[in-house]
């Protein structure tokens, strides 16, 4: 039997995309699943939390950087797969 908590939902999560003089701003990845990876300072939306609040919250915990945030261009799935396949995470990247 399928239970509220038994079902998996995407985790909502926002990237702060920080481009100034033609550079752009990466972090190494600390948390799985891109563990050692580069990629934009960036997390999970805590609840009562606005995509704007969370990508510049975000981006002060990883990097000390305080910033506006600018608006939202660009939304992405990405997809988690074991070897096997099945879905281990389901993200909805929101960039800022």
């Known amino acids: 039997m399928i239970t509220p908590s038994s079902v998996r939902r995407p985790v909502p999560a926002t990237i702060a995309a ?5 550079s ?3 972090v190494r990845r600390a ?5 050692g990876l580069w990629g934009f300072p960036g ?3 805590d609840y009562g939390e606005t995509i ?3 990508a510049v919250r975000e ?4 990097t000390g950087i305080q910033a506006e945030a600018g608006p939202v261009f660009n ?3 990405v997809l988690d797969r074991a070897e096997d396949g ?3 995470h389901h993200y909805i990247l929101i960039a800022v």
């Open 24 to 26: 752009v701003l990466l």
């Open 31 to 35: 948390n799985p699943p891109d563990v």
């Open 18 to 22: 920080v481009i100034r003089d033609g």
């Open 86 to 88: 099945t879905i281990r």
């Open 59 to 62: 981006l002060l915990e990883e």
């Open 52 to 54: 704007a609040q969370a």
């Open 75 to 77: 939304c992405v799935d």
């Open 43 to 45: 997390g999970k939306i």
